[in-house]
């Protein structure tokens, strides 16, 4: 018989390198899951990838085990990523941030389109270019 499913959280944790500092701690204890076996396993699974950021998506059971489920990183920290950049600019659509081509919004985009609600690569590149506007990265 299959577990009961009582809550799913995801959370987007630095790879390698989560504590249960808060926002962490609070939300894993409210959920009654035991935070360090998770940050153990989490640390150890994503280790190869320090540096980034890595989401996770947490099932909880009702006897209060749990599995996890890595997901790629968010696109605007690829966007960071693949330019270099510690941060997107404060006043997007005036100040420019950077500018990223279409081929590394494509090579985002096929890296991205997994974990999207999309399994068309143009619609991918459009939500790549999209993230980089609020971001106020320029496109060309």
Same mark, same amino acid.
């Given at each position: 018989?299959? /577990?009961?499913?009582?809550?799913t959280? @995801?959370l987007?944790?630095? =790879?390698?390198?989560a ?6 701690g ?5 959920a009654?899951?035991n935070?360090?076996?998770f940050? @153990?396993?989490?640390? =150890?699974?994503t280790?190869?990838? @320090?540096?980034? &950021?890595?989401p996770? /998506? ?5 006897? $209060?085990?749990?599995?996890?489920? #890595?997901?790629?990183?968010?696109? +605007?920290?690829? &966007? /960071?990523? =693949? #330019? !270099?950049? +510690?941060?997107? +600019?404060?006043?997007?659509? $005036?100040? +420019? ?7 590394? =919004? /494509?090579? &985002? ?23 980089? !506007? ?7």
């Open positions: 018989m299959a /577990k009961k499913i009582i809550n959280l @995801k987007n944790l630095p =790879a390698g390198t504590t249960p500092a808060p926002p962490v609070p939300i894993l204890g409210q009654g899951i935070m360090m076996d940050l @153990k396993q989490y640390n =150890a699974a280790q190869d990838k @320090k540096g980034q &950021i890595v996770a /998506k947490i099932t909880v059971y009702q006897d $209060r085990s749990f599995t996890f489920e #890595l997901c790629i990183a968010p696109v +605007s920290a690829l &966007i /960071k990523q =693949a #330019l !270099k950049l +510690s941060k997107g +600019s404060g006043t997007a659509g $005036r100040d +420019s941030a950077g500018t990223l081509t279409m081929d590394q =919004a /494509k090579a &985002i985009a096929e890296t991205k389109l997994p974990d999207l609600n999309t399994g068309d690569l143009d619609a991918a590149i459009q939500t790549v270019i999209g993230t980089a !506007k609020s971001m106020g990265v320029t496109v060309k």
